[in-house]
């Protein structure tokens, strides 16, 4: 039972490039997240799905862009990446909701340089 | 702009002893409350869920919830150097978003 994973799980790119991070359940939830994670800020929304092909902002969406045209696959783009991008970024999935349970996967450690 | 406090810490707790982390939210109108517990360099992990006021109980820990003053708190009873990681908090709020605390810090020392 994989549950949910993220690939890749470390990533250094350069200022301006485009990089995509991918996240794959297995469980059939509806609902899938993308947050980021640093240090002082905790978890921080960047977008989220209640289906596929449904898709919606969350408290930090600039620079990013999302697509869900699977269930099971949410991949989060950085279509030109700045330095403050730099952090962690962990995917999630719920069954019942926005604001119920969520999994998270591994995360990926991504820097920009 | 809805919040969700918790003191960032390190509470430090010696081994088997009880360890007390609090929440306080903003929103009177907040339905679901969460525990998840990070250790370092990894993922959050769903300890805990409370949605009515009073306690819930599962093994060494309990969650209290109390929404007239809008906090909710997670113990952890003979505390283990294991439980030692961040106590992220999180609360469904009135528009079905959930909202994070920044996380508690615990160590527990042998």
């Known amino acids: 039972d994989a549950g949910i994973t993220q690939s890749p799980r470390y990533k250094i790119t350069e200022t301006g490039r485009q990089v995509t991070l991918m996240c794959h359940q297995t469980?059939?939830?509806?609902?899938m997240f993308w947050y980021r994670q640093d240090l002082g800020h905790g978890l921080r929304l960047i977008y989220y799905s209640a289906a596929a092909d449904i898709t919606d902002k969350g408290e930090v969406p600039d620079g990013y862009v999302v697509s869900r045209s699977k269930t099971e696959n949410f991949p989060l783009t950085l279509e030109s990446a700045t330095r403050s991008q730099t952090s962690v970024y962990f995917c999630?999935?719920?069954?019942?909701?926005?604001?119920?349970?969520?999994?998270f996967g591994p995360g990926t450690r991504l820097t920009v340089l | 702009q809805k919040e969700v406090e918790q003191n960032s810490g390190p509470l430090s707790v010696p081994e088997g002893a009880i360890a007390s982390l609090n929440c306080t939210y903003s929103?009177?109108?907040?339905?679901?409350f969460f525990w998840y517990r990070q250790y370092s360099g990894k993922s959050p992990e769903l300890i805990m869920f409370i949605y009515s006021n009073g306690d819930k109980e599962d093994g060494r820990f309990t969650a209290q919830l109390n929404k007239a003053s809008q906090y909710v708190s997670l113990l952890i009873r003979d505390s283990q150097p294991s439980d030692s990681a961040t106590y992220l908090c999180a609360v469904g709020d009135s528009n079905y978003q959930l909202i994070w605390g920044a996380g508690t810090k615990l160590i527990i020392k042998p």
């Open positions: 999630a999935s719920s069954e019942q909701g926005t604001y119920n349970e969520q999994f």
């Open positions: 929103d009177r109108g907040s339905q679901s």
């Open positions: 469980w059939s939830h509806s609902y």
